[in-house]
DNA sequence: CAATGATCCTGTCCGC
DNA sequence: TGCGGACAGGATCATT
C-alpha cells in the first residue's frame, strides 16, 4: 500500500524515465479510473511532462499545456514504463494507458482498482487534492503544530496520525513503526499525549520517513517501482506484520478504524 | 464539529 | 479439492 515513500520512489522513477518524454494520449480502460475535468481543454495533450511533484500521497506531472495530471495509487496502483509494442499493450489489471513518444507507454495496473488519474487545468489542481495537512518531512510538522492538532482530539493516536488532513502521507505501515519507535500505544487517546511523547512521534516520524526514502519504500504487497524492482524497507520494519518486536516481545494486533495495527505492549507504554 | 461505519474492489489465505 | 468467508485498506460519503 503506497504512504510517502512508495509514492516519492514512484515519482522518483518517472521523473528518472520520461524526463524528455511527451504523453501523446491517455486511454481509460477501467471505467472510472480516469477522470477528466469538465474544464480541461481538449488541447492538454500530447504535451511534455513539465514538472514532477509529490504531495502526501499524490503523484502530480505538470504539462507544458497549463494541465496537470494528478494520479492516486491507493491500495494497488502500479505504475510501469515499458517499451511500446505493435499492437495495444495486455495486461489483466491494466486500468489506463499512456501512451508516449519514443517508443514507450506509461501502464496504469490496479487489481482493485480503487487507483484515479485526474486530467485538469493546473489552476483547478486543488480541487482534487482534498484537504491536507503538512508535508510530515517540512518543518511545518513540528512539535507545536502536533500538539496543538492533539490537544482537543478524543480519537486514538493512531486514528489521528492517519488523518490526511492532519498530517499528509502516513498510512498503516509507517504509523505502525514511528509509534513504536516512539514508545507510544496507537490507542492512546490523542489528548493525553505528553509532551514528551509528540517530540518523540515528531522525531521518529522524519526518522521512519528517511529510512525508508533511502530504502526505495516498502514492498509488503505488491508495491514495485516503474521499473518492476521492489524496495527494500519491509527487511527494516520493526512491528508491522511482525510476531515479535526486536527485543523479541510478543507484538499484540489490535483493529481501530477498519485496520489492523500492530504494536509490542511492553516497548509502547505512553 | 467530531467520530464512526459502509462503500468501493479482487487476490490471497484459512478452515471445513 | 473446492468453496465460502474473512481480510487487506485509502479516501469518500453518510450517519450518529
Same mark, same amino acid.
Given at each position: 500500500?503506497?504512504?510517502?515513500?512508495?509514492?516519492?520512489?514512484?515519482? %522518483?522513477?518517472?521523473?528518472?524515465?520520461?524526463?524528455?518524454?511527451?504523453?501523446?494520449?491517455?486511454?481509460?480502460?477501467?471505467?472510472?479510473?480516469?477522470?477528466?475535468?469538465?474544464?480541461?481543454? %481538449?488541447?492538454?495533450?500530447?504535451?511534455?511532462?513539465?514538472?514532477?511533484?509529490?504531495?502526501?500521497?499524490?503523484?502530480?506531472?505538470?504539462?507544458?499545456?497549463?494541465?496537470?495530471?494528478?494520479?492516486?495509487?491507493?491500495? $494497488?496502483?502500479?505504475?510501469?514504463?515499458?517499451?511500446?509494442?505493435?499492437?495495444?499493450?495486455?495486461?489483466?489489471?491494466?486500468?489506463?494507458?499512456?501512451?508516449? *513518444?519514443?517508443?514507450? *507507454?506509461?501502464?496504469?495496473?490496479?487489481?482493485? $482498482?480503487?487507483?484515479?488519474?485526474?486530467?485538469?487545468?493546473?489552476?483547478?489542481?486543488?480541487?482534487?487534492?482534498?484537504?491536507?495537512?503538512?508535508?510530515?518531512?517540512?518543518?511545518?510538522?513540528?512539535?507545536?503544530?502536533? +500538539?496543538?492538532?492533539?490537544? %482537543?482530539?478524543?480519537?486514538?493516536?493512531?486514528?489521528?496520525?492517519?488523518?490526511?488532513?492532519?498530517?499528509?502521507?502516513?498510512? %498503516?505501515?509507517?504509523?505502525?513503526?514511528?509509534?513504536?519507535?516512539?514508545?507510544?500505544?496507537?490507542?492512546?487517546?490523542?489528548?493525553?499525549?505528553?509532551?514528551?511523547?509528540?517530540?518523540?512521534?515528531?522525531? @521518529?516520524?522524519?526518522?521512519?520517513?528517511?529510512?525508508?526514502?533511502?530504502?526505495?519504500?516498502?514492498?509488503? =504487497? *505488491?508495491?514495485? +517501482?516503474?521499473?518492476?524492482?521492489?524496495?527494500?524497507?519491509?527487511?527494516?520494519?520493526?512491528?508491522?506484520?511482525?510476531?515479535?518486536?526486536?527485543?523479541?516481545?510478543?507484538? $499484540?494486533?489490535?483493529?481501530?478504524?477498519?485496520? =489492523?495495527?500492530?504494536?509490542?505492549? @511492553?516497548?509502547?507504554?505512553?
Amino acid at each position: 500500500m503506497p504512504e510517502l515513500p512508495e509514492v516519492q520512489t514512484v515519482l %522518483n522513477g518517472l521523473e528518472d524515465g520520461l524526463a524528455t518524454n511527451k504523453i501523446i494520449e491517455l486511454y481509460c480502460l477501467y471505467p472510472g479510473t480516469v477522470k477528466i475535468d469538465t474544464e480541461a481543454s %481538449n488541447q492538454a495533450l500530447p504535451a511534455k511532462i513539465r514538472s514532477f511533484e509529490r504531495r502526501g500521497k499524490y503523484l502530480i506531472m505538470h504539462l507544458e499545456t497549463a494541465h496537470s495530471l494528478v494520479i492516486h495509487l491507493r491500495m $494497488t496502483g502500479k505504475l510501469v514504463i515499458a517499451e511500446s509494442t505493435q499492437s495495444d499493450p495486455v495486461h489483466p489489471h491494466l486500468r489506463a494507458w499512456f501512451r508516449l *513518444d519514443q517508443n514507450k *507507454d506509461l501502464l496504469f495496473i490496479d487489481p482493485r $482498482t480503487f487507483g484515479k488519474i485526474v486530467l485538469c487545468r493546473t489552476e483547478n489542481l486543488a480541487n482534487y487534492l482534498a484537504k491536507l495537512g503538512p508535508e510530515p518531512l517540512t518543518e511545518d510538522f513540528n512539535v507545536s503544530y502536533l +500538539r496543538q492538532q492533539l490537544k %482537543n482530539r478524543k480519537k486514538p493516536i493512531k486514528n489521528a496520525l492517519l488523518d490526511q488532513a492532519l498530517v499528509a502521507g502516513l498510512g %498503516n505501515i509507517y504509523v505502525c513503526e514511528i509509534l513504536y519507535r516512539a514508545g507510544v500505544r496507537p490507542d492512546a487517546e490523542s489528548s493525553q499525549i505528553t509532551l514528551k511523547a509528540i517530540k518523540a512521534i515528531v522525531f @521518529h516520524t522524519k526518522e521512519v520517513l528517511r529510512e525508508a526514502l533511502e530504502n526505495n519504500g516498502t514492498s509488503i =504487497s *505488491d508495491f514495485r +517501482r516503474v521499473d518492476d524492482k521492489s524496495g527494500e524497507f519491509q527487511n527494516l520494519l520493526r512491528v508491522y506484520q511482525k510476531q515479535q518486536c526486536p527485543l523479541g516481545h510478543d507484538i $499484540t494486533v489490535i483493529r481501530q478504524a477498519g485496520r =489492523s495495527g500492530f504494536y509490542c505492549p @511492553h516497548c509502547q507504554k505512553k
